[in-house]
Antibody, heavy 120, light 107 residues
Framework: EVQLVESGGGLVQPGGSVRLSCAASGFTFSHYFMHWVRQPPGKGPVWVSRLNSDGSSTSYADSVKGRFTISRDNAKNTLFLQMDSLRVEDTAVYYC?????????????WGQGTLVTVSS | EIVLTQSPGTLSLSPGERATLSCRASHSVSSNYLAWYQQKPGQAPRLLIY???SRAAGIPDRFSGSGSGTDFTLTIRRLEPEDFAVYYC?????????FGGGTKVEI
């Protein structure tokens, strides 16, 4: 059974930093592209970032480019999202997502999410 | 960026009825790379349909997807009580990947 368990969320001040982790199990982590998707309270999901299977290629939404960094440790089956220079509008539940299919963009498995609240 | 507009915003139906949800794209979706997700309160989205019309593993056949280009439809043939939820479409044919604003299916 595929499991994705996010951690690291919480309350952070504007301008602050937080690092999210996602522990993966139930599949061969190193074979899959992984994504982060966020969902602001009461709104729809928004794609944030993508990382290829060996960690050599990244992609970011314009809204987070230069502030967020996605990475992975395939030896520990863990995905990360380093979030710096946080803004109030970054407040959301952050989901770790396993992707398959066309261009590794079909979101087949989601974690339960971790809430990041940016507020003073 | 491809903007996805879902309609209606809310669909009020009864169990056993048919639900038809629309997703319209601002530009043609490459290779009809469009997915549908279901989300219940407090849960993560769940993949229902990908490539516009292919059902994901374990999804009942009362769910079906259709459409191409800029107009897509999710149909739920006979609503079961567990189908009352919010549904999102998502395109993955071009970057950035984008989601629609959602349709809430309520009793």
């Amino acid at each position: 059974e595929v499991q994705l368990v996010e951690s690291g969320g919480g309350l952070v001040q504007p301008g602050g930093s937080v690092r999210l982790s996602c522990a993966a199990s139930g599949f061969t982590f190193s074979h899959y592209f992984m994504h982060w998707v966020r969902q602001p309270p009461g709104k729809g999901p928004v794609w944030v970032s993508r990382l290829n299977s060996d960690g050599s290629s990244t992609s970011y939404a314009d809204s987070v480019k230069g502030r967020f960094t996605i990475s992975r440790d395939n030896a520990k089956n863990t995905l990360f999202l380093q979030m710096d220079s946080l803004r109030v509008e970054d407040t959301a539940v952050y989901y770790c997502v396993r992707a398959t299919g066309a261009m590794h963009r079909i979101f087949v498995d989601w974690g339960q999410g971790t809430l990041v609240t940016v507020s003073s | 960026e491809i903007v996805l507009t879902q309609s209606p915003g809310t669909l009020s139906l009864s169990p056993g009825e048919r639900a038809t949800l629309s997703c319209r794209a601002s530009h043609s979706v490459s290779s009809n790379y469009l997915a549908w997700y279901q989300q219940k309160p407090g849960q993560a989205p769940r993949l229902l349909i990908y490539d516009a019309s292919s059902r994901a593993a374990g999804i009942p056949d009362r769910f079906s997807g259709s459409g191409s280009g800029t107009d897509f439809t999710l149909t739920i043939r006979r609503l079961e009580p567990e189908d009352f939820a919010v549904y999102y479409c998502q395109q993955y044919g071009s970057s950035p990947l984008t989601f629609g604003g959602g349709t809430k299916v309520e009793i």
